[in-house]
């Protein structure tokens, strides 16, 4: 059975520093991973796709890696800025499953 | 506005009170999900739909839940006698049925249960 965590729970850091998520999944047989961001109240932005075959995927400050052997992936934020202050949500789907499998999120406070 | 949509926004109701949320998907696709939040929590899978067809749905999904897609395009979820322990943000996303199978999600419904 897929399980995914994701640490650290919770982040608070300071505008501008380069900060990094990680998600860990136990199953290495993935179609795809995705990473989202929630604000509070809200539904799911889908931020980042990342397919089984692929290492790693780019958008503006945001840049996604997926380790899939050691069932690792990483979302790095370059430069933070208040406005990224959000949950950050890592999902998988298993191959010969076709739902999302989440964690529980790591809450990101940008103080400025 | 071509994303996924989902109506009520937000819904209080009572104890044993039946609701209904519905799902309008992204229109070329042809696969819908619900899916669960409560707080503090990863959204967990309820069921999903490819165009009018069930495939799969979780053991989460009591018999007091059931959910619909009679035309292959929007789909509904209606919960019987609410409860308490139903209070929770409903997710609905959409896909197609090819690689990369990326998800779309709606804005969701909160539901809360007095």
């Known amino acids: 059975k897929q399980e995914v965590t994701q640490i650290p729970a919770a982040l608070s850091v300071p505008e501008g520093e380069n900060l990094v998520l990680n998600c860990s999944f136990t199953d290495s047989a993935i179609y795809n991973l995705q990473w989202f961001r929630q604000d509070p109240g809200k539904g799911l932005t889908s931020l980042l796709l990342?397919?089984?075959?692929?290492r790693e995927q780019t958008s503006g400050r945001l840049n996604a890696s997926l380790d899939k052997s050691s069932g690792r992936s990483t979302l790095y934020i370059a430069a933070s800025q208040p406005g990224d202050s959000a949950t950050y949500l890592c999902?998988?789907?298993?191959?010969?499953?076709?739902?999302?499998?989440f964690g529980t999120g790591t809450r990101l406070q940008v103080f400025p | 506005d071509t994303g996924v949509s989902q109506d009520p926004r937000h819904k209080i109701t009572k104890r044993g009170q039946n609701v209904t949320f519905r799902c309008d998907p992204i229109s070329e696709h042809n696969r819908l999900y619900w899916y669960r939040q409560t707080l503090g929590q990863g959204p967990e899978f309820l069921t999903y739909?490819?165009?009018?067809?069930?495939?799969?749905k979780s053991r989460l999904l009591s018999d007091r839940f059931s959910a619909e897609r009679p035309k292959g395009s929007f789909s509904t979820l209606e919960i019987q006698r609410t409860e308490q322990g139903d209070s929770a943000m409903y997710l609905c996303a959409s896909s197609l049925v090819e690689l990369p199978y990326e998800q779309y999600f709606g804005p969701g419904t909160r539901l809360t249960v007095t």
């Open positions: 999902a998988v789907m298993t191959r010969n499953t076709d739902k999302l499998i």
């Open positions: 739909f490819q165009n009018e067809a069930q495939l799969e």
């Open positions: 990342i397919q089984s075959s692929q």
